[in-house]
């Protein structure tokens, strides 16, 4: 199937799926008149690759991962690889860190909002701040 086919199939778009290519997550088939042609498991492949970015995995790490991945695209399925566990136990400290820092922000934002909604409390995200760190 051509990519166009493979956008409606999938439901990407074909210039993202072009992006898959450029960084090595998709490999069509090039025919001499240019073209690319995809299979009927690149629909699947599609999928991992989607499932793993609402993951938070970047395309890099995917890039290295993806080859361990199995399953019908609804479901991932991983298969033991060399490193894999290493590099998303990594991924899953930096998703960790991440929260943390998103909490902390949601904090903040939560005595802001609490010191504009009640003048009387002004001063208690400074305090909050100096008591976290």
Same mark, same amino acid.
């Given at each position: 199937?051509?990519?166009?086919a493979? %956008?409606?199939?999938?439901? #990407? @778009?074909?210039?993202?799926?072009r *992006?898959?290519?450029?960084r090595?997550?998709?490999?069509p088939i090039?025919?001499? @008149?240019?073209y690319?042609? *995809?299979?009927? $498991?690149?629909i699947?492949?599609?999928? +991992?690759?989607?499932s793993?970015?609402a993951?938070?995995?970047s395309? !890099?790490?995917? %890039?290295r991962?993806?080859?361990?991945? +199995?399953? &019908?695209?609804?479901?991932? $399925?991983?298969?033991?690889c060399?490193?894999?566990?290493?590099?998303l136990?990594?991924?899953h %400290?930096r998703? &960790?860190?991440?929260?943390?820092?998103?909490? !902390? !922000?949601?904090?903040?934002?939560? %005595?802001?909002? &609490?010191?504009a #909604?009640?003048? $009387?409390?002004?001063? &208690? #995200?400074a305090?909050?701040? @100096? @008591?976290?760190?």
């Amino acid at each position: 199937m051509r990519i166009g086919a493979l %956008a409606r199939a999938t439901g #990407v @778009n074909e210039r993202l799926l072009r *992006y898959y290519e450029d960084r090595g997550l998709l490999r069509p088939i090039r025919r001499s @008149n240019g073209y690319r042609y *995809y299979t009927e $498991s690149d629909i699947t492949t599609v999928a +991992h690759i989607r499932s793993l970015l609402a993951a938070g995995l970047s395309t !890099a790490v995917i %890039a290295r991962i993806l080859h361990c991945i +199995h399953g &019908d695209g609804e479901e991932l $399925s991983p298969s033991p690889c060399p490193g894999m566990i290493t590099q998303l136990r990594r991924e899953h %400290a930096r998703i &960790d860190h991440t929260i943390t820092r998103l909490q !902390a !922000a949601r904090q903040t934002l939560d %005595a802001l909002i &609490d010191d504009a #909604v009640d003048p $009387s409390r002004a001063g &208690d #995200v400074a305090r909050q701040r @100096n @008591n976290q760190g």
